[in-house]
């Protein structure tokens, strides 16, 4: 009897590179001469990341030092989801970024269900927000990675579990 050989397929991110990462992002604010007096606020949430700032020009400088230090520390921007800037008091600027965690049950549904018709020899369950992929072939699974990464998800995927 032949056994199976299966991975997890997750959408997940490494919390403490992301922590570092708002942190340096918080150092570099600080030091800039052109964010240095805006009073620029980056909080981090257990779901979601809110900037408060002065005005939406120093909304995007602070998005592009967040996302560079993200890149930096190896994490998909992907996981963040851009809220609706709103007006704070102080004629100052909000917007919450929600982080993106999990796959939702449409987008695990449209992984199997890709999975089914390229692969006959592959199955693939929904286990929650994870979507288990199994086969008695590892070169069919190492096959069905490479053809996931080709494709542009609304969510960064990662490959765990493969035994």
């Not at 997890?8 to 604010?29: G, K, M, P, T």
């Not at 494709?151 to 579990?161: G, H, I, M």
Request: aromatic share 6%; with cysteine.
């Amino acid at each position: 009897m032949a056994s199976t050989c299966s991975f997890d397929i997750v959408s997940d991110f490494e919390w403490q590179e992301l922590v570092n990462a708002i942190d340096q992002a918080n150092r570099e604010i600080k030091a800039r001469y052109d964010l240095k007096d805006t009073k620029t606020e980056i909080k981090l949430e257990p779901t979601e990341i809110t900037i408060s700032t002065d005005s939406e020009f120093t909304l995007d400088a602070v998005h592009n030092v967040l996302q560079t230090k993200a890149v930096k520390r190896k994490l998909s921007l992907k996981i963040f989801d851009y809220g609706t800037i709103e007006s704070a008091s102080g004629n100052r600027v909000r917007q919450a970024i929600k982080l993106q965690k999990g796959i939702d049950a449409e987008l695990a549904k449209k992984i199997s269900k890709l999975i089914r018709t390229d692969y006959k020899k592959v199955q693939a369950s929904i286990q929650g927000d994870v979507v288990r992929v199994s086969s008695k072939s590892k070169d069919d699974l190492q096959q069905v990675m490479q053809d996931l990464k080709q494709e542009d998800w609304p969510v960064a995927l990662q490959f765990t579990n493969y035994r």
